[in-house]
DNA sequence: AAAAATGGTCATGTGGTTGTAACATTTGCT
DNA sequence: AGCAAATGTTACAACCACATGACCATTTTT
């Protein structure tokens, strides 16, 4: 897991109740009151999801997650909104506004995670800690170890995360850009050809199990995991 | 086990059957007839768990759960709520205050220590007083000794806890912070690095029989039990 | 009260990691 | 074939994370 959440809720009550089960599930919750607040947090910091409540003082809960769809830099965030509502009709809203999920006031918190942990599979699965298997190749988020072919693999942090995020999106091209932002992160600076370097080192290390030829450079546009 | 444990129960036969099957299992339990009394003794003596009756006097069992979830230091004490009704509305609002576990009365005592032990368990495995053996290494909670291949191996207090926590949680990464939430206890202020002074000398205790290379150390991540 | 144990912080050294540039090689095209 | 663009490969310097020992304050034991 360990992602970073960000927490859009003005009773205090339930957003340290939220921000608490998010910690135990080792996420990091960030929080705010209002809509202005979670878009100057969003600004210096791009959170993995964002959990929306959809009364909000000042500018409204929808409003906000349009804003988020707006921009580029944030329009992939995923956005679960919590609503007091069961009206079909907010539920509605809440999705045409770009929401991914809801869930409706009072929940449990084994739900939340559920849903959080649904989400994150669906739109970040480099976020979770799913063991991912792939044409030979085993990656462990959790033990944070690789085997390929049964043989031990180690790896620098970087290239794990970048094998980690191709594993987890395979048979598709990536450019150079995405890799970067997906994998070094939003707002850092960084040659576009350091990706290549970084993609040696991944196949360097993968060359004792004869595993590197899975990561495959398609010319013109990026590289690709492919097990196929 | 040996755990202390607070029963908040108004009905004095009950309380008094509670406190006599926890002494019964080894436990120590604590008494209060409602919330301000239970209040008091919290404060006073932070317990590993809490039995709380769902009706009581006065404030509710509720709101003295969220009380219990709102304070920072008492906000990891597992709760589990007694309640006479079987209303699945009531189980859920139960869980959305925090509780982490619920019995419907009447129940047995064998029931109860059953849910003890799973909620000590699944909180915090740590505190159970189950003996560990993973390795070579053996921990024994309530002996408070450890040997590794037969010798004793002489740990201080904290050195103790965080080798009980990576070996109830083993082949996994723990970040920094992951470690200070669970071992030091997430109210506590401490600096990141301390845990590698910690890390230091329980690999320094564990030298002589060769284990300190179950402790492991994940660059950029953090640290890893692993008897593989 | 003295002695010992414990816990947290800091300074320092070391080795791993990272981004970049420079050069080599491959690829696609005319 | 010859050329230009894209990618592969290597070397390296700066940087960062971790290990380690020392130190001091505090607590516990004797």
Redesign the pocket.
Known sequence: MAATILVVEDEPAIQELIAYNLKQAGHQPLRADNAEQAMNLVQSALPDLVLLDWMLPGQSGIDFARRLRTDKRTRTVPIIMLTARSDEQDKLMGLDAGADDYITKPFSPRELNARIKAVLRRRAPQMTDDVVQLGGLKLDPASHRISGNGEPV????????LLHFLMTHPERVHS?TQLLDQV?GDH???????V??????L??ALEPTRLDRLV????????RFSAI
């Open positions: 180690i790896l620098g942090p970087t290239e794990f995360r150079r070094w850092v600076f960084v040659e576009e050809r350091t290549d370097v970084h993609i040696r080192r196949r360097k495959q450079t398609v010319r013109g546009t990026g590289y």
